[in-house]
């Protein structure tokens, strides 16, 4: 039989002994507990973080889209009106490498194709309106020359004469500019002329301008007869027209303007023509020679030309394109005003026989060409032979008479006062007669 | 004149006299015969002034027939002639012709032919 105590002791360790493994276990498990706890809680703060991450996406991208809305797109819209606006660029940089970038990118070029292409669609419907109210203008207007040249040729009665002339000049201002206009907007220059001389364009062209009297023109051309064909006789005309119109409006009424013509050592014939204006601005010349150049052509809008639209260096740009001549006008002119240059090549002259078409009377005469200077040679016989000991003497140059065969040979009257006031005396009393009332007539 | 025919003018008529349609002086006829003095040109005259002043060097012509050389109309041509004529350059001179010079009294037309000759002249006028 065990004794209590034993029991007791034996009952005492067992339920130690379990309370110690007991303890471990909790323990384990309160490791195990607290483990969990630390990934779960780790789990919660990562999930937390991509959330904010997310949060800060959404908001970066609204951001965005706002910035898009609010500054991009009307940047662009201005930009794409004048090119000194700048285009805003993102407004996250973060986003810059991100593949959502060359979608905002790509919504700022639809947007600017669509721009441009309906631009290009309106200024065409403009173009074709105006070009073809010009075009009938221009029409009536040459049909009103006509008139108005049969008018003049008909009647000599001075009055007339004079208001003819003036609706003549109207009139042929009225038809460069809706010419200039029509051809800016695509348009041929109008009729085609047979080929007509260099020297007559100059002065046809000068013809059609208000204050074309500042304008003078000398020609330095070897051959008088030379002419443009017909195909690029108007268009060149209408060229010289606008150089030339720029030249009378950047100087001074009181200036004149020269249009000079030479014949170059290649065969091309060149008009020059200086003005002593203002002269133009570095920018000026840059804008000029982008509306003369040929590439551009097809890029110069209606509505780029200003308002009111500066039309006469975008047709002289149409016209070089479509005809072949050439046209700077990037020279600095003597005077500190502007020079343009109009070449002609040789492929677009000819000659003309000026005896079976003269040339006009108006058209301006041909330079004597330069001739060594001639020096008189008095033969007199009490002349010494030069033998090098005599120095140099200035002779008066005889006064040379031009040979006058068909005046009938009249010898001088001889002046006698006597005579002359017997003469005007009995001149006076035959006015008073005449001039006096028939009385004596009536008296009879 | 077979270029005005075949289109339009490339030189207007008023560039000729710049714009002035009155001649300075009313006497002057279409059918007077004008004459170069021989002054020369001055340089504010335009290529027709030296043009017409050079033709009539040769020798007189009226002012018809000057406008019809130069292929410039008649006003036109009358409006410039008395310019030159107010700067010395041209003078109206009465035509002579031999026939009618003092000393050739001997074969001097008939009292007749000069008649017929005014008539035709009045006719062409009034046509």
Redesign the interface.
Do not use: C, N, W
């Given at each position: 039989m065990t004794s209590i105590p034993e029991t007791a002791a034996v009952m005492l360790g067992a339920t130690t002994a379990a309370g110690a493994v007991a303890t471990a276990l909790l323990a384990r498990s309160r490791r195990a507990l607290v483990a969990r706890s630390t990934v779960q809680s780790e789990a919660l703060n990562a999930s937390q973080k991509r959330e904010q991450a997310l949060q800060d996406q959404i908001q970066q991208f609204g951001d965005e889209l706002q910035h898009l809305v609010a500054n991009r797109l009307p940047g662009l819209a201005l930009n794409l009106v004048s090119a000194h606006h700048p285009i805003p660029g993102l407004k996250h940089e973060a986003l810059a490498g991100t593949v959502y970038a060359p979608l905002y990118e790509a919504v700022l070029g639809h947007y600017s194709d669509t721009v441009a292409k309906e631009r290009r669609r309106i200024d065409a419907s403009a173009r074709a309106a105006l070009r073809g109210a010009c075009q009938d203008i221009q029409a009536l207007s040459?049909r009103l020359?006509t008139q108005v040249?049969g008018l003049?040729?008909d009647f000599?009665d001075?009055?007339?004469?004079?208001?003819?002339?003036?609706v003549?000049?109207l009139n042929?201002q009225a038809i460069r500019l809706v010419q200039k206009a029509a051809i800016v907007c695509g348009a041929w220059p109008g009729?085609?002329?047979?080929d007509?001389y260099v020297v007559?364009?100059v002065?046809?062209a000068?013809?059609r301008l208000h204050g074309?009297?500042r304008i003078k023109i000398s020609s330095r051309l070897l051959d008088s007869n030379l002419a443009v064909v017909g195909r690029a006789?108007e268009p060149i005309?209408v060229a010289l027209t606008e150089l030339m119109a720029n030249a009378l409006e950047h100087s001074r009424d009181d200036l004149a303007v020269e249009a000079g013509l030479i014949q170059t050592g290649n065969g091309s014939v060149c008009v020059i023509i200086d003005d002593a204006g203002t002269g133009m601005s570095a920018e000026a010349v840059r804008r000029g020679v982008r509306l003369l150049s040929v590439e551009e052509q097809q890029d110069t809008l209606l509505t780029e030309l200003g308002d009111p639209p500066a039309l006469g260096l975008a047709a002289i740009g149409r016209l070089v394109a479509d005809h072949g001549f050439q046209v700077s006008i990037d020279q600095v002119s003597p005077y500190n005003g502007v020079r343009a240059v109009l070449t002609i090549p040789p492929h677009l002259l000819t000659t003309i026989d000026e005896e079976?078409?003269?040339i006009?009377?108006?058209?301006?005469?041909p330079a004597a060409p330069p001739a060594a200077p001639q020096w008189p040679t008095p033969a007199g016989p009490d002349r010494t032979p030069d033998d090098g000991s005599d120095l140099p003497q200035r002779h008066r140059r005889a006064r040379t008479?031009?040979a006058?065969s068909?005046?009938?040979d009249v010898a001088p009257r001889e002046l006698n006062p006597e005579t002359a006031r017997d003469t005007w005396s009995q001149f006076q009393a035959g006015l008073a007669a005449g001039l006096a009332p028939n009385d004596s007539k009536e008296d009879q | 004149m077979s270029r005005s025919s075949q289109g339009r003018r490339m030189i207007p008529s008023y560039l000729a006299t710049r714009g002035i349609g009155t001649p300075t002086r009313n006497t002057l006829h279409s059918l007077m015969a004008v004459v170069a003095t021989g002054l020369p040109p001055a340089p504010h005259h335009t290529p027709v002034h030296q043009r017409i002043i050079s033709l009539l060097t040769g020798g007189a012509l009226t002012v018809s027939e000057t406008a019809a050389y130069l292929r410039l109309q008649t006003s036109v041509c009358k409006v410039l002639v008395s310019q030159l004529i107010d700067g010395g350059h041209l003078q109206v001179r009465v035509p002579a012709p031999t026939a009618l010079l003092p000393d050739a009294g001997a074969d001097r037309p008939s009292k007749e032919l000069l008649e017929e000759v005014l008539s035709g002249l009045r006719a062409l006028r009034q046509h």
């Open positions: 040459y020359q040249e003049q040729s000599d001075p009055r007339l004469l004079d208001s003819l002339f003036k003549d000049h042929e009729h085609v002329r047979p007509t007559e364009i002065s046809g000068s013809s074309y009297e006789a005309a079976k078409e003269p006009s009377a108006m058209a301006p005469l008479e031009p006058r068909d005046a009938p | -």
